[in-house]
Structures are given as structure tokens and as C-alpha cells.
T-cell receptor
């Protein structure tokens, strides 16, 4: 079983749509959680950290459920520029390395 | 300011040759990481350097892989006797190190695309 699992997609949505991505992780001792965004043939960039109480940044909302070991990302009012691969990322307890999911691809069309 | 830089951006080599990949972290970042990303897959952790501490080498896939870091600056990742399965993008990241900070951001370089023929 992979340490971080995501639906690979692709999710094809029209502009203005709301789309949700889910992710599960296997290590219950994981300490911190992130969503990174990766454009085609580019390096990953931090989109947002995910806190236990849930957090929002503009059109993006992240949720964490430690009991179910589940992380989600909600994107409202999708823009063409949101088209990218979204990587679910977990930092295991006691380590500084990051564990990446394989990513969920989003394509927003006009 | 300048971000993480890596060189070369692309490297094509023949099976069995050695390759050396370079990473220049963001100035002042004491933590440096190497990851590998195979086509269509997530990033795999390889190695982590923090200051003068012993590196965390737990992600290196075989003894053909090694990495060094000079002080708190440049790092090189060396792959000896390359194999076709080594073909991937090798990404370097750096971050500040703040003890107890669980959310310190890792900043990635553009990567080196390695192709082993």
C-alpha cells in the first residue's frame, strides 16, 4: 500500500465549477500535511498547508480528518489557470522529508 | 531573491556511465533535500542534509547513489554505473530549519531530467 494515495484523475471541469480532491495516508503518526501544485514539466510549489481545524485561502479550502487519515482540497469557482497536478503531501513524525502522493490532474476548460 | 538552482537541466547518458547532478540552495537555507520523480509518479525522497548533522540517507535506492554537501551551500548527487531505471527528474529542495516548526516550506529547484539510454 502506498503511503499517500490519491485519485489520479484527470478531473475535467468547466470554468466556474467547484471540484474536490481527496487523499488518504497510511502513517497515523504523520505530523503535518500540505497540498502542492505542479504544472506540467515544472517543479512542485506549495499551495497551502493543511491544519487540523481546516483552513481556507481564497477559493481553496483544505480539510484534515486525522481519525480517518484523510485530507481534502476544495477549489471553488475554477479558473483556467488552476489546471495543474495537485500533490497531497505528508510529513511523517520525527522526519523532515516529505512523502508525496502521485498527484491528481485537473483540467479546467472554457 | 534567487531560488534553488540545479544543473544541468537535462542530461542524457549511456547505461553504465557515472553522472553528477548539482544543486545550489537558497542562500541561508540550512536544510537541503533530494527527491526523484519518475514519469507519472509522485516524488520519492532520496536524502536530507541539515547543517553539520549526519545526513538522512534512508531514501537512497542503492549504493550506486551518493550525495555530498559542502557546508551549507552546494550539493552534488552522484549516480554511478547508471541504469535505465534511473531515468527520472531529480529535484532538489531547500528550506530554513526552525526546530519544532512542522510547516516549514520546502522550495524546489527546476530539476535535472536524466535519461539513461
Amino acid at each position: 500500500r502506498k503511503e499517500v494515495e490519491q485519485d489520479p484523475g484527470p478531473f475535467n471541469v468547466p470554468e466556474g465549477a467547484t471540484v474536490a480532491f481527496n487523499c488518504t495516508y497510511s502513517n497515523s503518526a504523520s505530523q503535518s500535511f500540505f497540498w502542492y501544485r505542479q504544472d506540467c514539466r515544472k517543479e512542485p510549489k506549495l499551495l497551502m498547508s493543511v491544519y487540523s481545524s481546516g483552513n481556507e485561502d481564497g477559493r481553496f479550502t483544505a480539510q484534515l480528518n486525522r481519525a480517518s487519515q484523510y485530507i481534502s482540497l476544495l477549489i471553488r469557482d475554477s479558473k483556467l489557470s488552476d489546471s495543474a497536478t495537485y500533490l497531497c503531501v505528508v510529513k511523517p513524525g520525527g522526519y523532515n522529508k516529505l512523502i508525496f502522493g502521485a498527484g491528481t490532474r485537473l483540467a479546467v476548460h472554457p | 531573491g534567487a531560488g534553488v538552482s540545479q544543473s544541468p537541466s537535462n542530461k542524457v547518458t549511456e547505461k553504465g556511465k557515472d553522472v553528477e547532478l548539482r544543486c545550489d540552495p537558497i542562500s541561508g537555507h540550512t536544510a537541503l533535500y533530494w527527491y526523484r520523480q519518475r514519469l507519472g509518479q509522485g516524488l520519492e525522497f532520496l536524502i536530507y542534509f541539515q547543517g553539520n548533522s549526519a545526513p538522512d540517507k534512508s531514501g537512497l535506492p542503492s549504493d550506486r547513489f551518493s550525495a555530498e554537501r559542502t557546508g551549507e551551500s552546494v550539493s552534488t548527487l552522484t549516480i554511478q554505473r547508471t541504469q535505465q531505471e534511473d531515468s527520472a527528474v531529480y529535484l532538489c529542495a531547500s528550506s530554513l530549519f526552525v526546530s519544532g516548526d512542522l510547516y516549514n516550506e520546502q522550495f524546489f529547484g527546476p530539476g535535472t531530467r536524466l535519461t539513461v539510454l
